[in-house]
């Protein structure tokens, strides 16, 4: 896993300064798509900024900025989905496809210790899921939901990854 590339790939905590960032990657329309369940309006910097103060004040959620070449590039975080631990993730689409979400997602799992964890990622997107897989993590079951991002309902596959899995 380790290459050139991804040895710049680091995580620390989430600080106010980020979310600017956070706030443009997330207004790119195909990774809206890509992520299926995302904000109803993506344009709503009102609904962005309280959903992050609402993730500032929840101190059972764990989450990390992800930093390549010392650029933010995105956010990593673990919280309570449905009643269970889960993980997700978000990069920017121009640093996809260079391994930085599979590095950063491993960094952040040696630093969870909660197993099992789950994530969910739509059945197309084929490339969140291979990111899961790569660190450990095993479909386990399949939903479907309504996203906001595509306006219909989408299939997604469950994935875990259990104490043994990693």
Same mark, same amino acid.
């Given at each position: 896993?380790?290459?050139?590339? %991804? ?7 989430? @600080? ?26 993506? %344009? ?10 609402? /993730? +500032? #004040?929840?101190?059972? /959620? ?5 930093? +390549? ?13 449905? #009643? ?12 996809? #496809?260079? #391994? ?11 630093? @969870? ?12 997107? /084929? ?40």
């Amino acid at each position: 896993m380790e290459n050139e590339s %991804t040895n710049d790939v680091l995580l620390r905590d989430v @600080i106010e300064d980020d979310l600017p960032v956070f706030f443009v990657q997330q207004l790119d329309s195909a990774a809206n798509y890509m992520a299926a369940f995302t904000t109803k309006d993506p %344009t709503d910097r009102d609904a962005f900024t309280a959903h992050w103060i609402k /993730i +500032f #004040g929840d101190k059972t /959620i764990k989450k990390k900025t992800i930093l +390549f070449k010392d650029q933010v590039v995105g956010h990593i975080s673990s919280f309570e989905q449905f #009643g269970l631990p889960a993980v997700s993730y978000w990069i920017g689409k121009e640093y996809w #496809g260079n #391994g930085i979400a599979t590095k950063a997602l491993f960094q952040f799992l040696s630093d @969870i210790d909660e197993r099992p964890l789950y994530a969910r990622a739509a059945k197309d997107n /084929i490339a969140s899921i291979r990111v899961l897989q790569k660190c450990g993590f095993q479909i386990s079951g399949e939903d479907k939901g309504f996203s906001d991002s595509r306006g219909e309902e989408v299939e997604e596959f469950i994935l875990i990854l259990d104490k043994n899995d990693q």
